[in-house]
């Protein structure tokens, strides 16, 4: 009798712990998952705004002797969607946006709208504030979710709404564990890929001006995402064919630098169209599990005290 009953008990166990992990990390879980949906748009945007030729390195070089005479600046980020190049280090602080259609500084602060990706991007990691072990704790509670949703088995596929809950879990598992592990693996910096070769060898850093003429050889700068530090050297982010490709900047050209795959498939900034938009579907199943499962609890919260009520008139 009690090995029948085992199978049953253990699946309610499950379901159980299922369940309240699901609550325990609701709200950090929804605030994860609907800032990493609308950072599903961004590979999407920025390649369609992408114009090929827009921007050139003698543009580039004029601006940054307007703007950095000195030469302190170390980080440049192109934003083609609001057709800005951002220049980091000029000022003590922080930097200057520039519009590059004027060429004149832009009023961050006067915006009527806030950067959305950034603020994202923010809560996405951090949930804007310092909450980064929270991120963590709620990641490896979304892996906890999808493992005990295999632990209890193939569901029985039912057009009610916990049928539905279960289908997307089931037939989208890959990509629901996919999302979740690879920011993990971002989380602790495991990238898969081999430490970048020191440049210690090849004489002092390159500066700025000089890093964007090297990139400018092979490259199309209109693609740059940004260029920033890495080490002594200077790394830059430029997208190619559907794909974000990062190179080492020395007076030798632009070197490749190895792939970080759970980057590439954590942000869908590989593959093209295609990852982006199952970058988006993911998420929307995400937080579509999160929602059912959410409304199915309260429903059945609700049932019990509807229950009692009328048990409570009847006596």
């Known amino acids: 009798m009690c090995s029948e009953l085992d199978p049953p008990m253990s699946k309610a166990l499950l379901l159980r712990l299922h369940r309240w992990v699901a609550l325990t990390f609701a709200l950090p879980l929804l605030a994860v998952i609907v800032s990493g949906l609308i950072l599903s748009f961004e590979p999407i945007v920025e390649e369609s705004a992408i114009k090929s030729g827009s921007v050139s390195a003698e543009t580039v ?15 440049l980020v192109l ?12 000022r003590p602080g922080g930097g200057v946006a520039i519009d590059l259609a004027t060429g004149e500084p832009v009023n ?23 909450g980064g072990w929270l991120v963590i ?35 989208l598992l890959p990509l629901v564990v996919l999302s979740p592990l690879t920011g993990l693996l971002l989380a602790f910096g495991i990238s898969f890929a081999p430490a970048p070769a020191s440049s210690a060898a090849s004489g002092p850093p390159l500066p700025l001006r000089e890093a964007v003429r090297v990139l400018a050889v092979e490259h199309d700068l209109s693609s740059l995402s940004w260029i920033r530090p890495l080490g002594r050297g200077l ?24 792939r970080s795959w759970p980057r590439l498939i954590h942000e869908g900034s590989w593959g093209g169209f295609t990852l982006a938009i199952l970058n988006l ?35």
């Open 137 to 171: 704790a709620s990641t490896i509670a979304m892996l906890a979710l999808a493992s005990l949703g295999i632990l209890m088995g193939w569901p029985r596929l039912r057009n009610t709404l916990p049928g539905w809950h279960k289908g997307v879990g089931w037939f």
């Open 61 to 75: 070089e004029e601006l940054l002797q307007r703007y950095d005479p000195q030469g302190t600046a170390r980080a």
């Open 108 to 130: 961050l602060a006067a915006r009527s709208s806030p950067d959305v990706f950034e603020t994202a991007r923010q809560i996405h990691e951090h949930l804007l504030l310092r």
């Open 235 to 258: 790394v830059a982010r430029v997208a190619e064919d559907g794909e974000m490709r990062t190179y080492a900047l020395n007076r030798q050209g632009a070197v490749p630098m190895p």
């Open 79 to 90: 934003r083609p969607e609001e057709n800005t190049l951002t220049i980091t280090g000029v």
């Open 281 to 315: 579907v993911t998420s929307v199943a995400l937080l579509g599990l999160l929602v059912t499962g959410s409304w199915i609890w309260l429903r059945r919260q609700y049932r019990r005290l509807s229950g009692r009520q009328r048990l409570a008139r009847m006596t």
